[in-house]
């Protein structure tokens, strides 16, 4: 973004009284500074802010719950917004998938750091997997640790009918992210990252594909973009390397699953001789897939004739047969 579109931001926050969005695109100017090689400029810039917030938090306010950061005007349509209470400790995860999603936590919040060092942290993401491998919630658990608002692309209304049209609202959405610093999420990504050529690509898709890779390319702003697909191998192969991480999730595995099975009951008393039953019973499940079938599970023990709070093996297997049936007649579309 040029320094005159910082103003421009700058002005229109302060217009509005959006205090936050203020402190944003005064930030994005001093790391665009930074970047020219205008150090001393960039640093009193940020110095400035520091003092800002300093007279600000020494003017009482009153008491009351934050309000709800959401999209005004044509973005209210664009973009869903919530702040997810969401932890990475809330998911059962590989370690070396932990271990990356946790880098990128610290490199958002040592954002300044890195910056003085003219260093950029982790903020293009794309997660690639089956459905219900934790894709979703990832971008949930992010947001809730860095405790950001969650905004999520609506794509019933992002695309339009005429040419031009998406383009035009991807740039809002961008825009927004300079203005309010987030997590902005674009799930099912292939909508709008589907190879340009493909068989049936169309101009306009094409051209809405040129636009995204243009604005990832040029964003500036401090927020965390997240893209999701379940079909990495329809994206075209521009868009990998714009990203800064692609994360891949994969069906739980043998010693995954038990894990995720006694994360979802811990308050339940487990009887089960032999997981290795259980764990071929729900191989090829999704980790949501298992988590549903748990929760079953325990609803049938808390609701039997005992009200026990004991899991039997028997149980959680017939709950697991039963989830895998569900889900080949949802795959048929019956």
Same mark, same amino acid.
């Given at each position: 973004?040029?320094?005159?579109?910082?103003?421009?931001?700058?002005?229109?926050?302060?217009?509005?009284?959006?205090?936050?969005?203020?402190?944003?695109?005064?930030?994005?100017?001093?790391?665009?500074?930074?970047?020219?090689?205008?150090?001393?400029?960039?640093?009193?810039?940020?110095?400035?802010?520091?003092?800002?917030?300093?007279?600000?938090?020494?003017?009482?306010?009153?008491?009351?719950?934050?309000?709800?950061?959401?999209?005004?005007?044509?973005?209210?349509?664009?973009?869903?917004?919530?702040?997810?209470?969401?932890?990475?400790?809330?998911?059962?995860?590989?370690?070396?998938?932990?271990?990356?999603?946790?880098?990128?936590?610290?490199?958002?919040?040592?954002?300044?750091?890195?910056?003085?060092?003219?260093?950029?942290?982790?903020?293009?993401?794309?997660?690639?997997?089956?459905?219900?491998?934790?894709?979703?919630?990832?971008?949930?658990?992010?947001?809730?640790?860095?405790?950001?608002?969650?905004?999520?692309? *609506?794509?019933?209304?992002? =695309?339009?009918?005429?040419? &031009? #049209?998406? @383009?035009?609202?991807?740039? %809002?959405?961008?825009?927004?992210?300079?203005?309010?610093?987030?997590?902005?999420?674009?799930?099912?990504?292939?909508?709008?990252?589907?190879?340009?050529?493909?068989?049936?690509?169309?101009?306009?898709?094409?051209?809405?594909?040129?636009?995204?890779?243009?604005?990832?390319?040029?964003?500036?702003?401090?927020?965390?973009?997240?893209?999701?697909?379940?079909?990495?191998?329809?994206?075209?192969?521009?868009?990998?390397?714009?990203?800064?991480?692609?994360?891949?999730?994969?069906?739980?595995?043998?010693?995954?699953?038990?894990?995720?099975?006694?994360?979802?009951?811990?308050?339940?008393?487990?009887?089960?001789?032999?997981?290795?039953?259980?764990?071929?019973?729900?191989?090829? *499940?999704?980790?949501?897939? =298992?988590?549903?079938?748990? &929760? #079953?599970? @325990?609803?049938?023990?808390? %609701?039997?004739?005992?009200?026990?709070?004991?899991?039997?093996?028997?149980?959680?297997?017939?709950?697991?047969?039963?989830?895998?049936?569900?889900?080949?007649?949802?795959?048929?579309?019956?």
């Amino acid at each position: 973004m040029s320094t005159a579109r910082h103003i421009i931001a700058l002005l229109k926050s302060h217009i509005e009284g959006e205090e936050q969005q203020f402190y944003s695109a005064a930030l994005q100017m001093a790391a665009h500074e930074a970047r020219a090689g205008h150090g001393k400029l960039a640093q009193e810039i940020r110095e400035l802010i520091d003092q800002s917030k300093v007279n600000n938090s020494n003017v009482e306010r009153k008491l009351g719950p934050v309000p709800l950061v959401q999209p005004k005007g044509e973005l209210a349509n664009l973009l869903s917004a919530r702040y997810p209470d969401t932890r990475l400790s809330d998911m059962v995860l590989l370690p070396e998938l932990s271990s990356r999603l946790k880098r990128i936590l610290t490199e958002q919040r040592q954002q300044k750091h890195l910056q003085a060092h003219n260093l950029t942290p982790r903020k293009k993401i794309l997660l690639v997997g089956p459905p219900g491998s934790g894709k979703t919630m990832t971008a949930a658990a992010l947001a809730g640790e860095l405790q950001l608002p969650l905004f999520t692309a *609506l794509y019933d209304t992002l =695309i339009g009918k005429f040419m &031009g #049209e998406t @383009a035009i609202r991807l740039k %809002l959405i961008f825009d927004s992210m300079v203005m309010t610093r987030g997590v902005y999420f674009f799930d099912e990504f292939d909508a709008i990252g589907s190879q340009r050529n493909s068989s049936n690509d169309v101009g306009e898709i094409r051209r809405v594909l040129n636009s995204f890779l243009l604005f990832l390319e040029n964003d500036e702003s401090e927020s965390l973009i997240i893209a999701s697909t379940n079909h990495p191998d329809l994206l075209d192969k521009a868009l990998f390397r714009r990203f800064d991480d692609v994360l891949e999730y994969k069906l739980p595995d043998p010693e995954m699953i038990p894990q995720l099975i006694k994360f979802q009951l811990l308050t339940f008393d487990i009887e089960v001789k032999d997981w290795s039953n259980i764990v071929s019973t729900a191989k090829g *499940l999704s980790q949501a897939e =298992i988590v549903r079938a748990t &929760g #079953e599970a @325990a609803k049938l023990s808390v %609701l039997s004739l005992s009200n026990t709070r004991t899991i039997s093996e028997d149980n959680l297997i017939s709950s697991l047969v039963e989830r895998k049936d569900t889900t080949f007649w949802l795959s048929k579309g019956v």
